[in-house]
């Protein structure tokens, strides 16, 4: 089945300063990989895709890049604001899987004021 | 669009009971539904898939008895969490796929605390 890295665990980044967070996939045939957000004790939030037919997607400050050959996609936010403070999980799946997610670990954003 | 609820949002319980947890698509269908659990500080785990009129299918570990699906609508899963136990205190979340999409909405989540 998929197996999905993600790094770093944590990151701690000033105001302002960009985040980049990555993560690896196992399974070539993935072809969808979201992004989700969540905060504490709340539901994950849909923040960004990419479909594998694309490699840069981006939405005002947050953007995903996917790199097919090495299986890698990474999560890019910048001008980071404290409200930016959360868990991030990567995510990838498969069309014929019954789209279920295989989750990163997550990574755990601290934008410092 | 796209909001998924979920009830309760807590609940406490003493051991051996039993305790349903509702997800609802409240504006599409969800031909499927997910189950997840999160222990604190960790990831998402799928515990089981469900498709609408159709038996769930559950991961590797998940014990489909103890932990009874259903989905009975294009708009309704629920889990049963029977006789919990303080192990199966934990963060459960639900999500929906609409037909023709990749997407998971993800519900609010429930947080069971088992005594």
């Known amino acids: 089945g998929e197996n999905v890295e993600q790094h770093p665990s944590t990151l701690s980044v000033q105001e302002g300063d960009s985040a980049v967070i990555k993560c690896t996939y196992s399974d070539s045939a993935s072809n969808y990989f979201p992004w989700y957000k969540q905060e504490l004790g709340k539901r994950p939030q849909l923040i960004i895709d990419?479909?594998?037919?694309?490699g840069e997607k981006k939405d005002q400050r947050i953007a995903v890049t996917l790199n097919k050959t090495a299986k890698h996609f990474s999560l890019h936010i910048t001008e980071t604001q404290p409200e930016d403070s959360a868990v991030y999980f990567c995510a990838a799946t498969l069309n014929n899987a019954g789209n279920m997610l295989t989750f990163g670990g997550g990574t755990r954003l601290m934008v410092k004021p | 669009g796209a909001v998924v609820s979920q009830h309760p949002s807590w609940v406490i319980c003493k051991s051996g009971t039993s305790v349903k947890i509702e997800c609802r698509s409240l504006d599409f269908q969800a031909t499927t539904m997910f189950w997840y659990r999160q222990f604190p500080k960790q990831s998402l785990m799928l515990m089981a898939t469900?498709?609408?009129?159709?038996?769930?299918?559950?991961e590797q570990g998940v014990e489909k008895d103890k932990f009874l699906i259903n989905h009975a609508s294009l708009t309704l899963s629920t889990l049963t969490v029977t006789s919990a136990h303080p192990e199966d205190s934990s963060f459960y979340i639900c999500?929906?796929?609409?037909?023709?999409?990749?997407?998971?909405?993800f519900g609010p989540g429930t947080r069971l605390t088992v005594l």
């Open positions: 469900s498709n609408e009129g159709s038996k769930a299918t559950y």
């Open positions: 990419i479909r594998s037919n694309v």
């Open positions: 999500s929906a796929r609409g037909l023709h999409t990749d997407t998971q909405y």
